[in-house]
């Protein structure tokens, strides 16, 4: 088990848009874009260069001092600017280079990975990105159509043109990959929080009531299975009503995340905790019995009472009451939580901060 804190600090878990997160990779992304682009094009000024080629020397400096204003938008969360710099960028250098040096250099492969990165984004709807990308698919087919077979301003040497048009090729294939696996990623990322979201308490971060009866309902199949012992624990804050009535409810959520803590701190990896509705937590302890459930319950309530929860008036106190059930073989799950919360409600009827065990329970250890 591990310790609970008497002071409760701020709750390092908070929940993330998904939308957020989205447009957080993909800001990431054109920031990886910018690096690799930017040395890129580092290598086409020397490659020019040394080709005596000085106009597309020019216009790779001109990218380069492009592509570290982008990064630097970027930097600065600058993203749809950045966005559509790049598209410019990459355009107007694939035009301005197939035209100088031909169709066969391979610049125009570039304009490839425009669309796709574009539908890729979280800028926008499809119905603003559609025109871009049809456009962008026409200006390829109308360079296809022209370009394609114009005679190039610059003649550069078949080993030459050669070597550019599978240094292009490899270099867009490779941001191909690196994109796939972007997009990859996200999928993940995005299923991962979704799945977070469907099964989470937006509050606590604890499992929701959905989540816990689905686990539940897993546990109890292992019992009957095995016949190993199930235990549940149904707990409700002492008095929350009066410390959302006295202190506002802002205090009473601060409440709960501090009990939530502690709770999901208390037990064990196995175990699991859920917010049950309001300010009642359930715990679902498997391969554990009353006795042991009962233990765990009076180390949980004993932590609570020590916590000291930051409000405007100065650190409130706060108590559980706790109600214990075990499954018992073939019963229904509703069963054995209906008699945990009975029990809860013997316990508040007791004088609250206690732990009480199901009567049925206490007959079967009898």
């Known amino acids: 088990m591990n310790s609970s804190p008497a002071l409760l600090h701020a709750d390092p878990l908070a929940p993330v848009a998904l939308g957020d997160n989205n447009a957080a990779l993909f800001r990431k992304l054109l920031l990886g874009v910018s690096v690799m682009a930017g040395l890129t094009h580092l290598c086409f000024l020397l490659l020019f260069y040394n080709s005596g080629v000085t106009q597309l020397a020019i216009i790779n400096v001109g990218s380069i001092l492009c592509y570290a204003l ?56 499809w119905r603003g990105k559609a025109p871009l990308v049809l456009g962008l698919a026409a200006l390829y087919v109308g360079l296809d159509f022209f370009l394609r077979p114009a005679t190039p301003i610059s003649a550069l040497a078949p080993s030459v043109l050669n070597g550019l048009y599978y240094f292009n090729l490899i270099t867009v294939l490779g941001m191909q990959i690196f994109l796939a696996g972007m997009y990859y990623r996200l999928v993940v990322q995005s299923e991962q929080q979704l799945r977070e979201m469907a099964t989470t308490d937006p509050l606590t971060r604890l499992r929701n009531r959905r989540s816990v009866l689905d686990t539940s309902t897993c546990e109890a199949a292992k019992q009957r299975r095995d016949g190993r012992p199930l235990s549940f624990i149904l707990c409700d804050v002492d008095h929350f009503k009066t410390v959302n009535d006295t202190h506002g409810h802002e205090a009473g959520d601060e409440v709960l995340k501090a009990v939530a ?54 650190p409130l106190t706060v108590t559980m009451t706790f109600g214990i059930s075990s499954l018992h073989l073939n019963e229904p799950i509703d069963q054995a939580i209906a008699r945990a919360d009975k029990a809860l409600y013997q316990g508040k009827h007791g004088g609250r901060n206690r732990v009480e065990l199901a009567t049925e329970d206490v007959l079967l250890q009898a």
Request: aromatic content about 10%; glycine content about 10%; hydrophobic content about 50%.
């Open 261 to 314: 803590k502690i709770l999901r701190s208390g037990v064990r990896e196995v175990d699991h905790a859920a917010r049950w509705g309001g300010e009642e937590f359930l715990l679902l302890l498997p391969e554990t019995a009353s006795p042991g459930a009962e233990m765990v319950a009076n180390r949980l309530r004993e932590a609570i009472a020590e916590l000291r929860v930051p409000g405007k008036d100065g």
């Open 70 to 125: 982008t990064f630097s938008l970027l930097w600065h969360h600058h993203v749809i600017q950045a966005w559509m710099l790049i598209i410019l960028e990459v355009v107007g250098h694939a035009v301005l280079a197939v035209y100088f040096v031909g169709w066969e250099s391979g610049f125009h492969l570039y304009i490839m990975l425009a669309p796709p990165v574009m539908m890729f984004s979280s800028l926008g709807n």
